[in-house]
C-alpha cells in the first residue's frame, strides 16, 4: 500500500533513505538571540528516520529575524550549536538541510536587536500584526527600501549562510520562498514597486530569489540547494497581479541552475495547478506538499507526480511519523496553544510508541 514511500530516492547530493520528507516548522524553540538550544537538538534527532529534515526557517542576518525566539544562522555561536542538532541527526541515520528565511518586511523592532532595522524591496508596511514578548502584540514595522547596492549585500548574506550551513553539519539548505517573506516580497507586484534591476516585469521581480540560489548553490554546490514555492499563496499581505506567472518565471529561471529539488505547496487558488507547474520545470525532483497522508502521499509518487512528499503537522505529535506512517498506526494530536510557546511542553515531549 505504502511501499514507494519508504524507497530510497537522491535528489542532487542528498541520499534519502525514504521518501518521507519532515517539512520546515517554525517552532520558536531557540534563545531569544537565536541561539539553537538542547530541546531542539531532541527534537529534532527523534525525528531523524524521514528521509530528509527540512529544519525550520532560520535567518541569514539579524534584519531578517521576523519571529521571537527563531534561530538564526548568522554567527559563529549559531554555528556550533546547530552542530549539536546536525551531529545527533547524522548519528541516527538522517539527513537534514536548513531552511533559510528572511522575513524582510515581516517582523518587529521589538523582536529584533536594538538598532535593526526591518527591511524590504519598497517601503510598504504588511498589514496585519505580529506577536512580540517583550510588548505583545505589534503592528509590523514600516520598512525601509533597500537601495540596489544594499539588495546585492542580501544575496551576500544568503551565500554566507549556505556556507555557514554546511559548517554546522547540515546537508543542504533550502530558500524560503513563500508565505510573503522577503524572496516573495520581491517577487509579487504588490509588495514590489521597485524600478532597478530588480523590480518591474517578472524576470526582474524573479532577480532577487534567482540570485539568492545561484549564489548558494555557487557557495555549496546546486545539488545542496532547495527551493520552496507556494504559487498564489497571500499569507502575510502579498498581493501579486498575476501570481502563477511570476512563479512560473523564478522556475524558468532556477531550472538551469540544477538545484536539489523544487519543494511545492499546492496553490490555495482555483485555476493555478503549482504541482503540473513545477514539473513543467524541475521534472522529478519535486518535493510535494500540503494535506497529504501516507496513502495521499503514495498515490501522488506512483503517479509520477514528484519524488518525495513533506509532512508538518504529522510531525508535531509523532516523533516516530514514519514508523505510524510504515505500519498504519494511528497518530497521536497535537495542542495548538503550545504551537510556538517557550520550553518543551507541546515540543519535544511528544512521545513515540
Ligand atoms: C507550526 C507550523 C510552522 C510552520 N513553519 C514553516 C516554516 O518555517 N517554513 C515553511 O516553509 N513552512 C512552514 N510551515 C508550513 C508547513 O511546512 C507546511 O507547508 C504546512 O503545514 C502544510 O503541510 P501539512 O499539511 O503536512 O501540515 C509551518 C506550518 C506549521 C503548522
Known sequence: MTERLFQPVTLGELRLANRIVMAPMTRNRAAPNGDPTDIMVKYYAERADAGLIVAEGSWPSAAGQAYCRQPGIATDAQVALWRRVTDAVHARGGLIVLQIMH?????????????????APSTLRAAGEIYTDSAGMQPHDLPRARSTAEVRAVVEEHRQAALRARAAGFDGVELHGTSGYLPMQFLSTGTNLRSDEYGGAAPARARFAFECLAAMAQAIGPGRVGLRLNPGNSYNDIQDADSAASHAELMRQAAPLG??????MRAPTPGIDAFAMARDCFGERLILNDGFDSASAEQAIAAGQGAAVSFARHFIGNPDYVTRARQGLALARFDRKLLYTPGPAGYSDYPSL
Open 103 to 119: 522575513g524582510g518586511r515581516i517582523g518587529s523592532r521589538h523582536i529584533k536587536p536594538a538598532g535593526v532595522g526591518t527591511v
Open 259 to 264: 538545484l536539489a529539488y523544487l519543494h511545492v
